[in-house]
């Protein structure tokens, strides 16, 4: 009978292959089951497989065992299973999801690329990220979580792309009690502070922070009427709001106010209604490039006024897909976006250009997101927060998970690619003003024009 021990890749779990047959299946103790699989008693991790067919079904696992394979060779067995059972081999799993097929496929899939640009080990422990699309759908979004954390054991989920989606996870990650680190702007997923979000953090800006910007940018540039456009969506809605907020503070006027759908091919109406209102600019809420579609036909409608875009369009397939008609728009963005441009004394640069580095030498020059930004950000807070979590417990433990989580929530001066990250209990994003510029499509780039307002 020949014996093969083989060591998977995170050092825990071994396969014994037996080239002569018999009928004992160690999972289930039936006849002529093709598998079995042993199990540490502590982390529930798979140590050890039988594969093949018995005679051996009346006596117990480990009389069998040592008679199939031999005395020494299931102690060595032994041996392994009871360092395995220790925190000596506990992995750390992270599950992500992302939109990178769908409407929002521009934004998720330089997040997909960040991901094998993360750390591989954290704290010592091996780190496996599981990636899973949703497709720009908020109910794959939920199937792919429960997914990874019944089926795949993660300790904290990083996901998704879009509001919509990440809104519709956080029942989940409250009630299986996992860490979830959104990529999406709106402020509402992590605001208000509730028993929900506790478990919830976010990577990119919120749209209230980038609303005030732009609201001080018009201000700055003598608007007084003013148009919104935006998606028919959580995301549009979330920007209604933070940008209605600023109004009369801003002494602003909203004349005209439009949804269009991420998916719609045409937004010729809602564009009529608001050159008849003649603004003196318009702000679109979209994100990708979706959203190019309502400044194309402003433009191809005549319209001279002012037009922002939200930081939801800066990546280069939105300048692509809109082309010349987007010569001149004003955006709020964080500063990885022009990490070169930002003046050397900018507490960001460093870190910015850390990631931009990182990323054009595995995807090539000029194809640098922020997107993937937000990705490479929540990378940068677990492998801050790992560590201090694993004083606590050991990966794939309910105590880890609550540990990873207060680790999170007590961020301090964390330098990120987009911003400096203090987080406390009442915060979950943790930027200030330092997350913020203002940038401008000058021929056919983005050009920093400075600090956001």
């Known amino acids: ?249 801003r002494k602003l006027r909203l004349v005209a106010t439009e949804r269009f759908s991420r998916s719609d091919t045409s937004v010729t109406g809602q564009v009529l209604k608001i050159l008849a209102a003649n603004p003196d600019a318009v702000l679109i809420a979209g994100s990708g490039t979706p959203a190019a579609l309502p400044q194309k036909t402003l433009k191809e409608r005549g319209y001279k006024g002012r037009i922002y875009q939200t930081h939801g369009v800066a990546n280069n397939d939105f300048l692509r897909v809109c082309g010349k008609d987007c010569e001149g728009t004003m955006l709020p963005a964080g500063p990885l976006l022009v990490a070169e441009q930002l003046p050397a004394a900018s507490a960001v640069k460093k870190s910015a250009l850390r990631y931009k580095t990182a990323y054009e030498a595995a995807y090539g020059a000029g194809s640098i997101s922020t997107f993937g930004g937000h990705a490479w950000d929540a990378g940068q807070l677990l492998a801050n927060a790992i560590p201090q979590a694993l004083k606590t417990a050991q990966p794939g433990t309910r105590e880890f998970r609550s540990a990873l989580r207060d680790a999170l929530e007590n961020t301090k001066d964390l330098a990120v690619s987009q911003g400096i990250v203090n987080t406390t209990p009442k915060d979950h994003l943790g930027f200030d003003q330092r997350s913020r510029v203002m940038v401008q499509v000058s021929n056919g780039k983005w050009k920093l024009v400075g600090d956001a307002d």
């Open 1 to 249: 009978m020949g014996i093969e021990v083989l060591s998977s890749f995170d050092g825990c779990r071994m396969e014994v292959h037996l080239r002569q047959p018999f009928s004992f299946c160690v999972a289930c103790t039936a006849n002529a089951c093709a598998l079995g699989a042993v199990k540490s008693p502590k982390t529930g991790v798979e140590l050890y497989r039988i594969i093949g067919t018995c005679t051996y079904n009346n006596e117990n696992l480990e009389t069998n065992m040592a008679r199939l394979i031999g005395k020494r060779s299931f102690r060595l067995l032994a041996i392994a299973a009871l360092l395995c059972s220790t925190s000596v081999c506990a992995q750390i799993k992270v599950g992500v999801v992302v939109s990178a097929t769908g409407p929002a496929a521009s934004l998720g899939i330089p997040e997909k690329n960040t991901i094998p640009l993360l750390p591989k080990e954290i704290g010592g422990k091996t780190v496996e990220y599981i990636v899973l699309d949703d497709a720009t759908d908020s109910t794959t979004a939920v199937k792919n979580m429960r997914k990874l954390i019944a089926e795949d054991k993660v300790d904290v989920v990083v996901g998704s792309t879009t509001t919509p989606n990440s809104l519709a996870m956080i029942d989940v990650a409250a009630e299986t009690e996992t860490p979830m680190i959104s990529m999406s702007a709106s402020a509402s997923i992590i605001e208000p502070m509730d028993a929900k979000r506790h478990w919830v953090f976010k990577t990119p800006q919120n749209d209230s922070q980038m609303a005030t910007a732009i609201t001080g940018n018009m201000n700055l540039t003598g608007v007084k009427t003013v148009a919104f456009i935006g998606f028919s969506d959580a995301y549009g809605e979330g920007w209604y709001r933070e940008f209605s907020k600023l109004l009369d503070l």
